[in-house]
């Protein structure tokens, strides 16, 4: 109750900056290129990233060279950052933030802009590498720059925020603000089947989106040097020591769980965690009470663990997302076709 007066003041400032937008008070730029925008409507973890490398990978397939802008959440410093990955040795998770820094690791020969100015950095882009299309990361808020179509992942689990604006709940901006959505994917973490009543609320929302169920699937785990890799079956009834710091930590436990993996211990950090000396140190004691074979973590919380000495093996599980076969025969084309 204490917090219901702020989420109207929230909801009151996201509603008239919205309206001002789409009425021209407030102006959007726009970029030469093509604009791809990846989004959510809720805080925490709804899977936009996984989305991002998803459509890159798809349009690498079609020949095309996307460009990635992206705010480089929490990330150490202000100065632009353009590079096209692999990243350079110097380049960090706290010089461009950590999901950057992921997919930056996972993505070759994308090129990536890392601005609070997306528009800036993107026309410097432009000039130095000259891409076929630029994709947003979390971009539906980021009504500044103009956009040719607008993805929003909303996760099955909680698609709404617990129905309440920040700071009382998860949302963002009100569902209602799924109007201005072209492409909806609805995240399905541990199940092959669409849930046609969440559809149906979407849909109430947004009439003239096309809406697509996306499924995450565990593709392998890497060494945390890189150098191993094996297939997710591996995990099967053996003891592992497991953490992350992601929005979603019990989301990465039930990955494992579903996995049948032996989960002799478990530690969740915050979202976007910086991994100090003494986190190291109560890693390194976790895993030698836990009688685990070896740890486990998401593949962001490794890219931020490359550089720290851990006393144990650290493998990295490495998820996809997924489109049943006839969405995927649908959705690039559409995408191809808005941008032309």
Same mark, same amino acid.
């Given at each position: 109750?204490?917090?219901?007066?702020?989420?109207?003041? /929230?909801?009151?400032? @996201?509603?008239?900056?919205?309206?001002?937008? =789409?009425?021209?008070?407030?102006?959007?730029?726009?970029?030469?290129?093509?604009?791809?925008?990846?989004?959510?409507?809720?805080?925490?973890?709804?899977?936009?990233?996984?989305?991002?490398?998803?459509?890159?990978?798809?349009?690498?397939?079609?020949?095309?060279?996307?460009?990635?802008?992206?705010?480089? /959440?929490?990330?150490?410093?202000?100065?632009?950052?353009?590079?096209?990955?692999?990243?350079?040795?110097?380049?960090?998770?706290?010089?461009?933030? =950590?999901?950057?820094? $992921?997919?930056?690791?996972?993505?070759?020969?994308?090129?990536?802009?890392?601005?609070?100015?997306?528009?800036? @950095?993107?026309?410097?882009?432009?000039?130095?590498?000259?891409?076929?299309?630029?994709?947003?990361? =979390?971009? !539906?808020?980021?009504?500044?720059?103009?956009?040719? @179509?607008?993805?929003?992942?909303?996760?099955?689990?909680?698609?709404?925020?617990?129905?309440?604006?920040?700071?009382?709940?998860?949302?963002?901006?009100?569902?209602?603000?799924?109007?201005?959505?072209?492409?909806?994917?609805?995240?399905?973490?541990?199940?092959?089947?669409?849930?046609?009543?969440?559809?149906?609320?979407?849909?109430? /929302?947004?009439?003239?989106?096309?809406? %697509?169920?996306?499924?995450?699937?565990?593709?392998?785990?890497?060494?945390?040097?890189?150098?191993?890799?094996?297939?997710?079956?591996?995990?099967?009834?053996?003891?592992?020591?497991? %953490?992350?710091?992601?929005?979603?930590?019990?989301?990465?436990?039930?990955?494992?769980?579903?996995?049948?993996?032996?989960?002799?211990? !478990?530690?969740?950090?915050?979202?976007?965690?910086?991994?100090?000396?003494?986190?190291?140190?109560?890693?390194?004691?976790?895993? $030698?009470?836990?009688?685990?074979?070896?740890?486990?973590?998401? $593949?962001?919380?490794?890219?931020?663990?490359?550089?720290?000495?851990?006393? !144990?093996?650290?493998?990295?599980?490495?998820?996809? /997302? @997924?489109?049943?076969?006839?969405?995927?025969?649908?959705?690039?084309?559409?995408?191809?076709?808005?941008?032309?």
């Amino acid at each position: 109750m204490i917090l219901k007066p702020f989420a109207f003041l /929230y909801w009151m400032v @996201v509603a008239i900056r919205n309206k001002g937008y =789409d009425i021209g008070v407030f102006k959007a730029h726009s970029l030469p290129k093509p604009v791809l925008s990846v989004g959510n409507i809720t805080v925490g973890g709804t899977g936009k990233t996984p989305v991002v490398r998803m459509l890159c990978e798809k349009l690498l397939e079609r020949g095309l060279k996307p460009a990635i802008l992206s705010r480089g /959440y929490m990330r150490k410093g202000t100065e632009d950052v353009i590079f096209k990955s692999p990243p350079p040795e110097s380049t960090t998770a706290d010089t461009i933030g =950590d999901e950057p820094y $992921m997919l930056s690791r996972q993505l070759n020969g994308v090129i990536f802009g890392i601005s609070a100015n997306r528009r800036r @950095v993107g026309m410097k882009i432009l000039e130095s590498h000259n891409p076929d299309i630029f994709v947003l990361d =979390d971009g !539906f808020q980021h009504r500044q720059l103009r956009r040719d @179509v607008d993805f929003v992942v909303l996760d099955s689990d909680n698609p709404f925020g617990g129905n309440a604006n920040l700071p009382r709940g998860m949302l963002r901006e009100h569902p209602s603000s799924l109007a201005r959505a072209d492409i909806i994917l609805i995240r399905n973490s541990h199940q092959e089947s669409s849930d046609d009543n969440l559809s149906s609320k979407v849909r109430s /929302y947004a009439p003239d989106a096309h809406i %697509f169920d996306v499924f995450l699937r565990p593709e392998k785990i890497i060494s945390l040097a890189g150098t191993e890799s094996e297939r997710p079956e591996f995990l099967k009834h053996r003891p592992v020591f497991a %953490f992350c710091g992601i929005a979603n930590p019990e989301g990465f436990k039930k990955t494992l769980e579903s996995l049948q993996t032996k989960i002799m211990d !478990f530690v969740g950090f915050r979202d976007h965690h910086r991994y100090s000396s003494a986190d190291v140190e109560r890693l390194n004691r976790k895993f $030698m009470s836990s009688d685990a074979e070896f740890g486990i973590t998401t $593949m962001k919380d490794g890219a931020k663990l490359s550089n720290h000495r851990l006393n !144990f093996p650290l493998y990295t599980l490495d998820v996809i /997302y @997924v489109l049943k076969p006839r969405s995927e025969e649908i959705l690039l084309p559409m995408i191809l076709n808005k941008l032309n």
